[in-house]
Nanobody, 121 residues
Framework: QVQLVESGGGLVQAGAALRLSCAASGRTFSSYVMGWFRQAPGKEREFVAAINWSTGSTNYADSVKGRFTISRDNAKVTVYLQMNSLKPEDTAVYYC??????????????WGQGTQVTVSS
């Protein structure tokens, strides 16, 4: 089993920046992909970004390309989401998730509790 704990959410003004953290424990992540998802009120949970733990390769949703950056710290077993130029439409609960490297986006089977990000106009 893998345990994931997010932190770093908060209330900021449009144009500001936040960095979210996700600390992982329970097993090594050399064979895993770590991802960030978000869910706004009344909307389905959507993919934001992902990083392959072994290779460091990344992927982003079109809505956040150029503004958000996902990264990892192997020593701390932590994944980060640097969010710049935040917009009100970025307001959501952000979740950290993990899946086997061999799987696809449907196989994210470990989830954190979520952290609230609110961007005011």
């Amino acid at each position: 089993q893998v345990q994931l704990v997010e932190s770093g959410g908060g209330l900021v003004q449009a144009g500001a920046a936040l960095r979210l953290s996700c600390a992982a424990s329970g097993r090594t992540f050399s064979s895993y992909v770590m991802g960030w998802f978000r869910q706004a009120p009344g909307k389905e949970r959507e993919f934001v970004a992902a990083i392959n733990w072994s290779t460091g390769s990344t992927n982003y949703a079109d809505s956040v390309k150029g503004r958000f950056t996902i990264s990892r710290d192997n020593a701390k077993v932590t994944v980060y989401l640097q969010m710049n130029s935040l917009k009100p439409e970025d307001t959501a609960v952000y979740y950290c998730a993990a899946r086997p490297e061999a799987g696809g986006r449907m196989t994210y089977n470990y989830w954190g509790q979520g952290t609230q990000v609110t961007v005011s106009s």
